[in-house]
């Protein structure tokens, strides 16, 4: 309730400001004076800059100054709050002929590098310099798909989450999961690895999203599924700007949301806050067949119900430093703040082979959770006169720690009798850990000429996560709970990446290509400190396994025209098995099922093919992708029965001996009259898996078939500045080692409205027909089993969001002085 009423009080807030008109809007038809123009004045004979060079910005058509410079002593120059419009740049300087240079600002070239401009006594012929046109919807370069998803407004209010539901390509199922082409991918932020989830990531921050189906070299060789680069929002201009909005809705759902971006001089500063809660109240089933040589040994019948509510809070502060025109070090440290509470409350029955009951109960899991998470990082990036010549550094440090605390109360009752003796049964798990990473990378590239790039780095990763469970069980005959030692587990994890990669990229005979070759060293260490153990795996292992540590990529692209594409690449991957996969401790989830990690498993190998085809035509384009990806010992999930108690269900990890998946992928986007957007993306692929079960188990498992996935979105513009979007979802059955899952479907409706320039209204039904469920159907020689659960349900949701600043303006704006009294000087802010 607490959250409503701010929430309320801010969204009339809001409104209310909306309706004052801003105390300094821009004089109509005056173009914002917000462009920046720099470089490097040298002597083209002795190579040396030329201090004291005036550089005079002159109208196009006539010899008015509009602006002017001098040169520094490194021969620097630079010049700002330039209004939009194509210009002449007049560079002169004592014993030096004239240079005049044509240069142009727009929109979508503010800031630019005219790189080092040589001066001489020779004539000199006009420099061009290029303006880039307005984004498409859809880019394609050699590795990579960019969708822009700014003017997505059913995600206005959301999170990263909510966008990924619409990004052509990409499934979400009912737990939040992301899948690219049936494979979980790697999220990045800004084009580094993150420990945020896509929960944490505000949508309302995000300009676009690249998705990055076969990361080249220059990637981590762990992104096996792919990488889905969230980049964020980024303030280019001087003056101010920032967005408040607010959204609240069904199910407890508020947000906020909060940006502040100031460009003085050569500073830029950023500072935003983001809140985000929801609850939900969820249903599932679990039905399982017990079998021994194909006839019915019993059953087991389980109903549930959970209420979920979490809340995220989100802070960054973000600063830019121009060191030089081509020089900027970024400081940025943000903090995330996590709490997770769940009821879940379960009816089971346990029956004979002739379906009569044979116990019955009742068990209530209470779960409080929370997180706390911080990341330092600071930035340098310099680049040359040279155009796309550059080098990146960064070092980062993230330290994070949790809590988890857990009661589960289980009651047995005997058909036709009461309660069974001991009970109820009670387990408390009181849990903590914490986590420390660190990151350095280095990335330079340099454009060897107009056809030929070449990249190359390295980087450095070390994380150490340090967790400790204590279970609990209470024990009647003395009255006191007992620590469960194989329920309980305290373990030390270090794990580091040591990676150097390098690129070569050109064109040969009108054919684009990209090789590239990265050397990976794995070091993991996993000890469970009360039980002396310890697992490990290292690549390459002194002299072995060299193999296992090289990734070679190599990428062809082949324009026809400016309308059409071809594409073909190849990668090498690896997906090394995590700690909750290895480790050999029990995590129950319910009265007849739990989970274990593997300590055998190792990591799995993937070879990656893909074509792509691109045409970009009137009113639209066309994305096209047959891909193939082979995994040798694939990682797959098992579940097979406990041998001493058949009636309980055991799911962990095993290596398969191979899996083969192919498919092919299309997007198509169309645009009419500028009013109607429509965009399809279909899926289809083949699945193949063979694979060898636990230890301890016997037989093969063999599994392949078909599947299909497809997603759409339609905008309709209408007058008065009225935006309607829907958005379609649907999964067909895929197939897993030991069965089949469900089928997924689902439809969002939003609608948008511009009040003026500064506020829009949004409102979101997300799961019309509240049909969003997951679920699978196992079936083995010894048991099947069905079930169904959901995460997220049917919501509404509204919000406000207003946008204010002014780029045409310095912060610290000096009034003129004034006698007053007091002799001084004001100064506005």
């Known amino acids: 309730m607490k959250y409503a009423l701010f929430i309320i009080t801010l969204l009339l807030c809001i409104g209310s400001k909306a309706q004052t008109p801003p105390a300094a809007r821009p004089v109509a038809g005056k173009t914002p004076a917000i462009g920046r123009l720099y470089g490097k004045v040298i002597d083209s004979t002795s190579k040396e800059p030329v201090e004291y060079a005036a550089i005079t910005l002159l109208s196009m058509g006539k010899d008015s100054i509009i602006t002017g410079a001098l040169s520094k002593a490194n021969g620097d120059f630079l010049m700002e709050k330039i209004p939009f419009g194509a210009y002449r740049l007049r560079i002169q300087s ?332 009670v387990q408390e798990n009181t849990g903590a850990g914490n986590g420390n990473m660190a990151t350095f990378q280095f990335d330079f590239t340099n454009p060897v000429n107009d056809s030929t790039k070449l990249e190359w780095g390295f980087k450095s990763n070390y994380k150490l996560n340090n967790s400790k469970l204590d279970a609990s069980l209470l024990n009647y005959a003395l009255g006191e709970y007992i620590r469960d030692s194989a329920l309980s587990n305290n373990y030390k994890v270090t794990d580091m990446v040591n990676a150097a990669y390098v690129n070569y990229s050109g064109i040969y005979r009108k054919i684009g290509f990209q090789t590239g070759l990265r050397f990976e060293q794995t070091y993991f260490i996993a000890k469970l400190i009360d039980k002396n153990q310890q697992f490990d795996y290292f690549y390459p292992d002194g002299g072995k396994n060299l193999w296992n540590a090289i990734f070679p990529s190599i990428y062809l692209s082949k324009k026809v025209n400016p309308t059409n594409e071809f594409q073909l690449n190849f990668s090498r991957k690896i997906n090394r098995p995590n700690y909750m996969q290895m480790m050999p401790f029990i995590m129950f989830s319910d009265r007849q099922s739990y989970r274990i990690g593997n300590p055998a498993l190792g990591p799995e190998f993937i070879n990656i093919a893909e074509a792509n085809y691109f045409r970009l035509f009137k009113n639209g384009s066309w994305l096209s992708s047959a891909y193939a990806k082979y995994l040798d010992h694939a990682i797959t999930s098992y579940v097979y029965p406990l041998p001493t108690d058949t009636s309980i269900l055991v799911s962990t990890f095993t290596n398969g001996k191979s899996s083969w998946n192919y498919g092919w992928e299309n997007t198509v986007k169309f645009s009419f009259a500028k009013k109607l957007d429509l965009t399809f993306n279909a899926n289809v692929y083949y699945t193949t898996i063979t694979a060898s079960p636990a230890t301890g188990t016997t037989g093969t498992l063999q599994n392949s078939g078909y599947s299909w996935n497809g997603k759409a979105t339609v905008s309709y513009k209408f007058p008065k500045a009225f935006t309607l979007q829907w958005n379609g979802s649907y999964e067909a059955p895929k197939i897993i080692p030991q069965g089949t899952t469900k089928e997924v479907y689902f439809m969002d409706l939003s609608l948008n409205k511009d009040i003026g320039k500064r506020l829009s209204f949004n409102a979101t039904l997300s799961d019309v027909f509240n049909t969003k469920r997951w679920g699978a159907f196992y079936e083995s020689s010894t048991f099947t089993q069905n079930f169904s659960r959901r995460w997220d349900t049917r919501f509404f949701r509204v919000g406000l969001t207003w946008r204010f600043g002014e780029t045409d303006v310095s912060i610290f704006r000096k009034k003129p002085q004034r006698r007053d009294g007091q002799g001084g000087m004001e100064m506005e802010y």
């Open 94 to 425: 004592i014993g030096f002929n004239v240079k005049m240079i044509r240069v142009q600002i727009s929109p979508v070239l503010i800031d630019q590098d005219l790189g080092n401009i040589r001066i001489s006594t020779s004539n000199t012929a006009l420099k061009q310099v290029t303006v880039q046109g307005e984004k498409n919807s859809v880019n394609m370069n050699i590795d990579r798909k960019v969708y822009n998803v700014e003017k997505d407004i059913s995600v206005k209010g959301g999170t990263a989450l909510d966008v990924m539901k619409n990004v052509p390509g990409v499934t979400v199922d009912a737990d939040g999961n992301v899948a690219l082409r049936n494979s979980s991918p790697t999220i990045f932020v800004d084009g580094r690895p993150t420990t945020l989830t896509l929960e944490q990531i505000p949508a309302d921050q995000i300009e676009r999203v690249e998705v990055i189906t076969n990361p080249s070299a220059k990637f981590d060789a762990s992104a096996s599924g792919g990488i889905l680069n969230v980049i964020m929002k980024k303030n280019t201009k001087p003056g101010y700007n920032g967005v408040v909005g607010a959204n609240m809705g069904t199910n407890n759902r508020y947000g906020i949301n909060t940006n502040l971006n100031i460009k003085e001089k050569k500073f830029n500063f950023s500072l935003s806050y983001n809140l985000n809660t929801r609850g939900n109240k969820n249903n599932g089933y679990t039905y399982r067949t017990n079998l021994f040589e194909g006839k019915t040994t019993g059953y087991f019948n389980q109903k549930n119900i959970n209420q979920v509510n979490n809340a995220f809070h989100n802070g960054r502060l973000g600063i830019d430093y121009n060191v030089t025109n081509r020089t900027t070090i970024t400081l940025a440290q943000s903090v995330t703040n996590g709490v997770f509470k769940m009821d879940d409350g379960q009816r089971f029955d346990i029956r004979d082979s002739a379906n009569q009951m044979l116990i019955y109960g009742n068990r209530i899991n209470r779960q409080d959770n929370g997180f706390q998470n911080a990341t330092s990082q600071i930035t340098l990036r310099h680049s040359y006169p040279k155009k796309g010549k550059e080098f990146i550094a960064d070092v980062s440090y993230n330290f994070s720690k949790n809590h988890n605390n857990s009661t589960f109360t289980t009651y047995n009752y005997l058909y036709g009798g009461g309660l069974l003796p001991d009970n109820p049964q």
